[in-house]
């Protein structure tokens, strides 16, 4: 991997901002040549810094007015039952993202669903009864603070 410089720092910058910028766009903005950010794009994405490129959806006017963070216990700690468990969540649509974690909880989910009824259904008829699952604990979000905002992209330390 070579190092990243300014020009790369802010391609990614303007990229993460507007994925459909076009390499002529692009290079007006970062002051280089349509091919020298195109050979750039080609690089940062080749060594995984640009991993997709993806439409942000609005939920709400998809019909899926609640976004439910849920804490989840394993009923058991081992290897399987980690596996049990992130496999079943590959497979729920309704799941958006799933960290595991230190602490009380080993898992948040950040769920979305239609309204109270579907949140019930996730709950009670998807995670409780899964084998891997001991407890869940539901957080209703009244409001979104700070939605994805990209990530902070700075010049590296040198080392």
């Known amino acids: 991997m070579d190092a ?34 195109s050979r750039r ?29 849920i804490a989840v216990t394993l009923a058991t700690h081992n290897r399987d039952n980690a596996k049990r468990f992130a496999r079943l969540v590959e497979d729920l649509p309704e799941v958006l993202e799933c960290f595991s974690l230190t602490g009380e909880m080993d898992y948040h989910l950040k769920v979305v ?10 709950v009670n008829d998807i995670l409780l009864p899964h084998e891997s699952v001991q407890h869940v604990k539901t957080s209703i979000v009244l409001n979104v603070l700070k939605d994805f905002g990209g990530i902070p992209i700075q010049k590296p330390a040198k080392a």
């Open 4 to 37: 990243l410089d300014g020009y790369d720092l802010k391609i990614l910058s303007h990229l993460q901002t507007d994925g459909r910028l076009t390499n002529n766009e692009l290079s007006e903005l970062v002051a280089l040549s349509p091919s020298q950010c």
């Open 113 to 122: 669903t239609r309204d109270l009824a579907g949140l019930s259904h996730f």
């Open 41 to 69: 794009r080609a690089r940062l994405e080749g060594e995984g810094f640009i991993q997709t490129y993806r439409a942000h959806l609005n939920r709400q006017k998809l019909g899926l007015d609640l976004l439910v963070v």
